[in-house]
């Protein structure tokens, strides 16, 4: 409908490596849009604890459970995919939504085991709302282990960050999607003006265009 393609909605997602300062910066992106008068922007973090699948994440993230190394990425993929009727609707409304990790944090963690090869990896996630920008917030594993609370959860390391980092760097090779890295060392009052820019243009620029597939 026309109404649904005037509306400036956009889907923006934020990636890294642990510690880069995505939650901080999905706050203080959406805290700004809105004080900037766009209507209703979303946050969500599509690891959500707070479902039954995303509980049992959580307690497969803090060593409370074990898990199979198959079955917490389709846990991941399945606590985003419970996500999409509602994302699809504020997308629909014209409302921009930014997410806290997204399939590629999904597919980057599992391949970073080992024994797995991305394309499998991908596929649950095949068919998701295809963001329109993903920020992706540089940061090495060195630096992130010297932040606050690193090594706490299972995956902080920096053995595995550096493996993670590996996998999100093929991903980004990927040029039908719209990667931008981002320097996360820099402050983060600076690092919040690109961030909002970069989602300022893309808002602009998808205005007209329809919502994509992701991997399809
Ligand atoms: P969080 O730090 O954003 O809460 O994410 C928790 C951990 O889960 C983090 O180490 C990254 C990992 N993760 C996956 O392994 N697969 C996924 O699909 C997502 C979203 C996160
Ligand atoms: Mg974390």
Redesign the pocket.
């Known amino acids: 409908a026309a109404w649904e393609r005037r509306a400036a909605r956009a889907l923006i997602a934020l990636e890294g490596v642990?510690r880069a300062g995505?939650?901080t910066q999905g706050r203080r992106l959406v805290e700004a849009l809105r004080a900037e008068g766009t209507r209703r922007p979303h946050l969500l973090?599509?690891?959500d604890?707070t479902t039954e699948i995303g509980q049992l994440?959580s307690s497969y993230?803090v060593r409370e459970k074990n898990l199979e190394d198959h079955t917490?990425?389709l846990l991941?993929?399945a606590?985003?995919w419970e996500h999409v009727p509602m994302m699809k609707e504020k997308l629909h409304q014209g409302v921009t939504i930014v997410v806290?990790?997204?399939?590629f944090?999904?597919?980057?963690?599992?391949s970073a085991k080992g024994n797995f090869c991305l394309d499998w990896c991908k596929q649950p996630d095949v068919g998701l709302p295809k963001p329109d920008l993903i920020l992706f917030l540089q940061l090495s594993p060195e630096a992130a282990a010297e932040r606050g609370n690193f090594g706490r959860?299972?995956?902080?390391t920096s053995s595995f960050q550096e493996k993670v980092l590996q996998s999100f760097y093929c991903l980004m090779e990927d040029k039908t999607l719209n990667w931008k890295k981002v320097d996360a060392s820099k402050s983060i009052e600076d690092l919040h003006r690109e961030i909002k820019s970069l989602a300022e243009e893309t808002m602009q620029e998808v205005q007209n265009k329809p919502l994509g597939e992701l991997w399809k």
Do not use: C, M, W
């Open positions: 642990d995505k939650s973090f599509p690891a604890r994440i993230l917490i990425h991941f993929s606590n985003r806290d990790r997204y399939a944090s999904g597919v980057a963690f599992t959860e299972r995956y902080e």
